[in-house]
């Protein structure tokens, strides 16, 4: 399963043609481009789902929500795949865009809610190594390099500035990526660099599922 060059010129060529009357024009391109995605995407899910437990996968429209934005274009130059791990203990989901010049697998956590944030936080004050064993791991390293996220500018309120782990408390989000060449994307091997890239993600997500099941004596806090 490939995703196809023609897709990818579409993509480029809606960039540059970003409005209604060219898409409507050129909607039988359009359809085939998603149809090649829907079909790879599928291949993703299933790959994927020999080794995790999925709850869905969403190819994401190509639509723009504009009400609410100052760029009225009103298609995304992109497609977007997003796979959610199953279970209130299975935490972290999987991201793909296919765009020209700027493609990408990602994953992790993505702006948490104050809650998750606050016991990420608590958990790496008392005791950083797990995340950074994981960080280290030459796998880790080989695909993604490093933990990556929005950060704060200085030590979030209620944590010293000169705390060891300052690196990781100044975090907003706890996400991984790596990125493509249009030249990888189109490649008769993308399809097992996307899988072989989610599943290095799985150290990750299984410590931090860990962490936000768990209260800091180690105990659950799920329901069961």
Known sequence: MKIQLSTLQFLKDLA???????????????EAALDNMKAFARAVENALGET?????????????????????SPYKNNFGLGLSRATKRLRGG??????????????????PNAEDLKRIRAE????????????????????????????????PQGFDRNHPALDLLRKKSFVVKRNFTDAEVTGDL??????????AMRPYFDYMSMVLTTNLNGESVLED
């Not at 020209?100 to 956590?109: A, E, H, L, N, Y």
């Not at 790496?124 to 704060?152: N, V, W």
């Open 52 to 72: 995790d437990l999925l709850e869905s996968a969403t190819l994401f429209r190509i639509y723009r929500d504009v009400r609410f934005s100052k760029d009225k």
């Open 94 to 111: 999987y991201y793909l865009q296919i765009e020209p010049g700027g493609s990408f697998v990602g994953g992790g956590f993505w702006q």
């Open 190 to 199: 993308f399809l097992q660099e996307v899988i072989q890239s989610f599943r």
């Open 16 to 30: 540059a043609n970003n409005d209604r009357e060219w898409f409507q024009a050129n909607k039988g391109r359009y």
């Open 124 to 155: 790496f004050a008392i005791d950083d190594q797990p995340i950074r064993e994981i960080m280290s791991d030459p796998g880790f390293r080989k695909y993604f390099g490093t933990l990556q996220g929005e950060e704060l500018k200085t030590a």
